[in-house]
């Protein structure tokens, strides 16, 4: 992979080189596909625990509001699931990015970056680590139909943005709750579209605190893939450019996909999105089988099978992290039982102690 540009510091906050040799990305996410429960006892950091020197509960650092053990996670996630995480951090802009990953390297903590929650199932245990929230939500225009993204920019609102003004490439992004990082980073796709269509080049912060910047043409995408899962040093997608052409039907173009997707998904329910991805190479979608299975409607707890589309799990209302991965692995056993297929999770699981590098996802 060529990476283009530049190894500057911003700010002058660029982090300690020693961050780049001692912190991988603290990965904690795995597919739910690999054996949570093994690895929850067998791989977990039990005695993890991080007492920061000279720290106030809730204090400021360079600007950052640092919060202590009182965010709950359900309140950042899509599903309204996950218990507290110890620290939580949001950022605004790129210099507070880099500041609050020197601040996780410098305490030893775990840390992952979220958007918008949407894809992410958090544990009722929450997260023994560092929550940092992305709001990097600026808007450059680089010429007719070219656009730098923070990567907290609601995607959502630039596939809308795009559309009006008559753009093509980014119609299915109109309801799709993630950010601009989050959509590069899950390659997310709806109606024949997907993120990597229409990506010129994506900015990244390493581990080592050094922004670098990406070109398309060296990234290599896959259906709901993108290098950045695998990227050993990554910390954080900072910023999209994106390249759309011109079409006069865009907006009627998303305008179609928006009515197609109230009337086939429970849009408005506590939901993370598609659960499972679709198998490959099978002509039959991972809706289509778990419907065909009889299995809409089915419940454990507070989880639910949606009854309008079968690959939407819903928190229908108390439901618990366990709640939800019992569901999805009785729908996995049921599914495969009756058609020998083995459905793989799109949705991600945040272990709530392990201290996991490189996730190395089961695509
Ligand atoms: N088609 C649809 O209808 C739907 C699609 N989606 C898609 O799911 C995705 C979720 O987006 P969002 O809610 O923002 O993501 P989340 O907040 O759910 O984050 C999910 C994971 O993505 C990675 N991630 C997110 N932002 C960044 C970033 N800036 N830099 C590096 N990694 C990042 C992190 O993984 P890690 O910590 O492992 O690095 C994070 O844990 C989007 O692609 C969205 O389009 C979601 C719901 C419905
Ligand atoms: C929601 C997501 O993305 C969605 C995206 O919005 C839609 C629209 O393009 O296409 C994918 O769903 P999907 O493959 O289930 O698409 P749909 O058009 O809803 O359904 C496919 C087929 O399955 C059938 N179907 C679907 C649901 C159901 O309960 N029963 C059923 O029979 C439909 O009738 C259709 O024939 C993406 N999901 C995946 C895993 O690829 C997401 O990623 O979170």
């Not at 993890?48 to 650092?61: A, F, G, M, V, Y």
């Amino acid at each position: 992979m060529r990476k283009s540009t530049s190894k500057e510091m911003i700010g002058g906050l660029a982090l300690t080189s020693s961050l780049s040799q001692t912190t991988k990305k603290p990965s904690k996410l795995l597919p739910l596909s690999h054996s949570y429960r093994q690895a929850r006892f067998s791989q977990c950091n039990h005695n993890h625990t991080h007492t920061i020197k000279n720290q106030r509960l809730n204090h400021r650092l360079n600007g950052l509001k640092i919060v202590r053990g009182e965010k709950l996670l359900r309140d950042l996630s899509t599903w309204g699931i996950g218990g507290p995480c110890n620290y939580y951090i949001e950022v605004f802009n790129q210099n507070q990015l880099v500041s609050a990953l020197r601040f996780c390297h410098e305490n030893s903590l775990r840390f992952m970056i979220i958007g918008r929650g949407s894809n992410c199932l958090f544990d009722d245990l929450g997260f023994d680590g560092c929550v940092i929230l992305n709001r990097i939500e600026f808007l450059e225009r680089i010429e007719s139909g070219v656009f730098r993204v923070g990567s907290g920019f609601g995607f959502n609102r630039l596939g809308t943005m795009c559309s009006i003004k008559g753009l093509t490439g980014l119609e299915f992004a109109g309801g799709i709750p993630g950010t601009v990082g989050g959509a590069a980073y899950m390659n997310a796709g709806a109606n024949g579209q997907e993120t990597a269509d229409i990506v010129d080049s994506v900015e990244i912060v390493t581990t080592g605190g050094q922004f670098q910047t990406l070109l398309r043409v060296d990234l290599s995408f896959g259906y709901r893939s993108s290098p950045f899962q695998d990227m050993q040093d990554l910390a954080a997608i900072a910023a999209v450019t994106f390249r759309l052409r011109h079409s006069e039907s865009a907006r009627r173009k998303q305008l179609e996909y928006l009515e197609r997707r109230r009337s086939s998904q429970p849009v408005g329910e506590k939901s993370a999105g598609s659960v499972f991805r679709n198998p490959s190479n099978l002509g039959v979608s991972a809706g289509e089988l778990i419907d065909r299975a009889g299995l809409k409607g089915v419940r454990v707890g507070g989880a639910m099978v949606s009854n309008i589309h079968a690959n939407f799990f819903v928190n229908s209302g108390e439901s618990t992290s366990r709640d939800m991965l019992q569901l999805i692995s009785l729908v996995k056993e049921m599914v495969y039982q009756k058609f020998g297929v083995q459905l793989k999770e799109e949705v991600l699981y945040v272990y709530p102690h392990c201290n996991y590098l490189n996730p190395n996802r089961d695509k």
